[in-house]
């Protein structure tokens, strides 16, 4: 058995009004709590600093560029780093990033229980749009303010498996989990702002929401024989309804513990890595059973298309 323990840490909502040192307070007590029962692995939500951004339609580089970590650890989330440092937890934090060229990135890292940064990665399936549209309920201008990732999926050894990150959109997509899956992937992190109703389809609602948010992460997990944990970012911000759902899903595709509010909250689960062998050496042994040269158009052609009538 080789047992990592990890804390799915569940953030309520973050008002616009929120600083960054008050959230980062937050997280502190999560990790110390995941510490408190045994977890040297925390995973904290996407974009974990602040309310969740996007939703606001905004033109001035400026006023932009100050949702933005200029640098990770910073003088804001330094202390964040020093306890898990001290208590030797490694942690998945996601955050925007501003690089020194002035690009933008909706990025996640890894660090390991030295805390010391082992993986980064730059979400990649950026969802929304560039421009303000008055045809939604809401805003969701991603598009408009981030880069599309450029590191792939990497994956690192580290904390005693091999671990991979995604962000929020990401888990809806079965490329993401496959290209982790082919490097041997045993943990897949990824943190989620998931507004409860759909901006262009009033009658979708959080149940039909969940719903596929669930299968996503139970698909993925079991197609890859991978361990999930999907922490979400919850609650009411500034009026608008983000779904908590925080999952921890084992290799096999069930899932071993979720959320129950839209708060801070903790999940912790002792997940033995030894359980993604199974899967991996049999059902899907990708070695004996894909096979590539029936798989061409995943990577030659983005859009469907159908056959002439
Ligand atoms: N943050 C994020 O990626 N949210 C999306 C909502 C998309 S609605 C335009 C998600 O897939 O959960």
Redesign the pocket.
């Known amino acids: 058995m080789r047992k990592l323990v990890i804390g799915c840490a569940q953030l309520g909502p973050i008002q616009k009004s929120e600083p960054r040192e008050m959230v980062v307070t937050r997280l502190m007590a999560l990790l110390e709590k995941a510490h408190g029962q045994g977890a040297t692995l925390v995973v904290f939500p996407?974009?974990a600093l602040t309310t969740?951004f996007?939703r606001w339609y905004m033109e001035g580089d400026a006023e932009v560029d100050a949702w933005f970590e200029r640098e990770m650890p910073n003088a804001v989330t330094r202390p964040l780093f020093d306890r898990a440092r001290e208590l030797g937890v490694g942690m998945y934090l996601g955050y925007a990033e501003l690089t020194p060229e002035g690009r933008r990135f909706?990025t996640s890292i890894l660090t390991n229980t030295a805390g010391e940064i082992v993986l980064k990665y730059r979400?990649v399936?950026?969802?929304?749009?560039v421009e303000f549209d008055p045809d939604r309920a809401f805003q969701?201008l991603?598009k408009r303010y981030f880069e599309p990732g450029d590191l792939g999926f990497p994956v690192a050894r580290a904390l005693g498996g091999v671990m991979g990150m995604c962000?929020?959109?990401?888990?809806?997509w079965p490329e993401t989990y496959r290209v982790m899956g082919l490097q041997g992937v045993e943990v897949v992190m990824l943190g989620?702002?998931?507004?409860s109703v759909?901006?262009?389809k009033a009658s979708e609602g959080p149940e039909a929401?969940l719903f596929h948010?669930r299968l996503s992460c139970q698909s993925g997990a079991y197609q890859n024989s991978t361990w999930v944990i999907a922490a979400a970012k919850a609650g009411v911000e500034d009026g608008h309804p983000l779904f908590a759902g925080s999952l921890i899903v084992d290799p096999d595709g069930q899932i071993v513990a979720e959320s129950e509010t839209e708060e801070d909250e903790l999940l912790v689960h002792a997940c033995d890595l030894d359980r993604c062998a199974f899967g991996k050496d049999t059902i899907f042994d990708f070695a004996r059973h894909r096979r590539v040269e029936h798989y061409g158009l995943i990577t030659q052609r983005a859009g469907a298309e159908a056959p002439p009538e």
């Open positions: 996407e974009l969740f996007p909706n979400k399936h950026l969802p929304g749009h969701h991603e962000i929020c959109n990401d888990r809806r989620f702002n998931t507004p759909n901006s262009q929401r948010h």
